[in-house]
């Protein structure tokens, strides 16, 4: 007779004298015949959402595939994405509008990609990750998370106003920060609050208990503020109520072995290891319910060669173009080194098994950049990929043309995949009411 299993099942044993156990890896039996749902609640396996930011864009006449649709092949500077091509859609021909206002080189284009518009003053809109949070995220440990590759916590996940979330650089830190004393396995058998957790709730739950008393007794602006302010707490009080509860069960979720400590800087030789550690950490993270979203820097523009002088940006203004090759050829090297890192990444989400699925198929992942053309700082004629079939909620595999249309349309259209309500997205020439009804399963 065979003996029925569940992910609850532990092996155990004896070592030294001391009682051990070891938790079971994912099994399919975990999940329903299609991979897509837990067999023993039927619940669907949750959509997840990411960004990619890239900066210094690829250069002209080596990215764009001759053909538009599906059955394209990938130019040199993307052939690395070929294996995945059947889960990543490439759209080319976008532009970010400035509407008269002068260039911010490097940061305009990463402006309007991540919340729509140009900033005005000091405060502007959220970005398009956290609208997505607030609707898929608040049901996990982290509303976000942000990891940046190749050193400083430059990040473009913010909320209403001027304060950004900044990234993690480091392989250590975010293992830490995800895996480390305060994880829970949510396939352990034994289920215990942590009594700091406990504790926190219990102040803020007074000062909750406070808070209409004191409202009474301040003016109207002072009231405003109050209630951003008490906003802010409520998200609290829903994360810390979520660590008080036993999480639902997720099969596929193992803990991942610490990350070692690293070099956290601007060589490229460990811009690639600490990468590729983050991208299994996040995968892990994903799979054991910890988030389900997650924001990436790829911080183009200081990286360079061991022994380098000239980082990639000086390189995009100070290198020749080689006339034979038709580009510069030291920006062309980097440009191809950035895309593969860009696909060990998403290979990473895709090794991630879930039945007959993996969380690539669960995540839609959105890759920008800031220019079309780093050389002359162009805002037209955009690369913008998609990768992850957001649990069948988008289509794949594609190549799209969109020759001047903002590219706050793929914006648009994937917040609104991800449940987030909205008609428009955006301002001025870059605001948007035409989804990419194309990308729609």
Known sequence: MTRLVNRRNVLKGTLGGAA???GLPFLDCFLNTNGTALAATGKELPVAFGTWYQGLGFDPGQWIPAKIGTGYTHKHQLRMLEPLKHKTTLISGMKYFMDGRPLETHTSGYQISSTGALRGGVVYGASLDQNVSDVIGKRTR???LEIAIGGGRRSFSKGVGATTNPAEPSPKGLYTRVFGPEFIDPNAADFKPDPMVMARQSVLSAVKDERMAMMQ???????????????SLRDIENQLSLEMQKPDP???CTQPDEAAAGNVGDSVVD?????TIMGKLLAHAIAC??????????NSNGLRKPGGTLSWHVLTHE????????????????????????????????????????????IALLWQTDHGYARTHTMDDLATMIVGGAAGRIKTGMHIRAAGDPQTRVGLTLQQVMGVSMNSWGGGSNQTNKPMTELLA
């Open 20 to 22: 051990v156990t070891v």
């Open 142 to 144: 982290f509303r976000s």
């Open 217 to 231: 007794q301040v003016g109207a602006a002072d009231r405003a503020r109050l209630e951003q302010y008490f906003t």
């Open 250 to 252: 997720l099969p596929s």
């Open 271 to 275: 811009a690639e290891q600490n990468g």
């Open 289 to 298: 319910g910890q988030t389900r979203v997650i924001n990436v820097v790829l």
């Open 319 to 362: 290198e020749p173009v080689d006339d034979a090759l038709g580009y510069q050829k030291e920006v062309g090297w980097f440009v191809e080194w950035a895309n593969m890192r860009f696909y060990d990444f998403i290979k990473a989400m895709d090794d991630m098994k879930e039945g007959d699925g993996t969380v690539l198929d669960r």
